[in-house]
């Protein structure tokens, strides 16, 4: 069993590529995506999993990168908010992001994106009670609670996934 200042190298598909990294096996996966693989994307601000600005995919499942160890991504895919454009093509998401002015300062919108993107991957045509249900842990500081939700609204017919 591993100490937690023990180190290990793992092998991780992130945004389609695959990278080794070497991680302590205490280490979160924010920081690796962030510090080791410089996708400063994801952002940190509760560190509990509380407000969902961290949420990034794992195997297309939205979690919370923030208390993620990184090891546990080993051999499996993770997709973060840079991995959404393609090329300079925006994602249908984040075209309606813009287009429904669904940001303020902005910090939280990489969570709301790829916490969007798990539902309309798993729901193609959600109802709003499902939309906010699955959006219960994703907290926008600036409230920019209903241009978010028609964004994602706006972005229904179009996603790619
Ligand atoms: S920073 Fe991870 S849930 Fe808030
Ligand atoms: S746009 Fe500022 S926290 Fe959501």
Do not use: W
Not at 13 to 29: C, F, K, P, Y
Not at 147 to 156: D, F, H, P, V
């Amino acid at each position: 069993m591993l100490g937690k200042d023990d180190r290990i190298e793992i092998t991780v598909t992130v945004n389609g590529e695959s990278q080794v990294v070497d991680v302590a096996s205490s280490d979160l996966l924010i920081d690796v995506l962030r510090e080791q693989l410089h996708l400063t994307g994801t952002k940190r601000s509760c560190d509990l999993q509380i407000c969902g600005t961290c949420t990034v995919l794992v195997d297309g499942k939205a979690v919370s990168s923030c208390t993620t160890l990184a090891v546990e991504t080993e051999n499996r895919e993770v997709r973060t908010v840079e991995g959404l454009a393609d090329g300079e093509t925006l994602h249908p998401l984040q075209q309606a992001f813009i287009d429904e002015f669904a940001s303020q300062c902005g910090f939280c919108t990489p969570g709301f994106l790829m916490t969007a993107f798990a539902l309309l991957d798993e729901v193609s045509r959600p109802t709003p009670e499902e939309v906010h249900r699955y959006l219960e842990g994703n907290v926008c500081r600036c409230g920019s609670y209903t241009n978010i939700l028609n964004a994602i609204e706006r972005a229904q017919p179009t996603t790619e996934r």
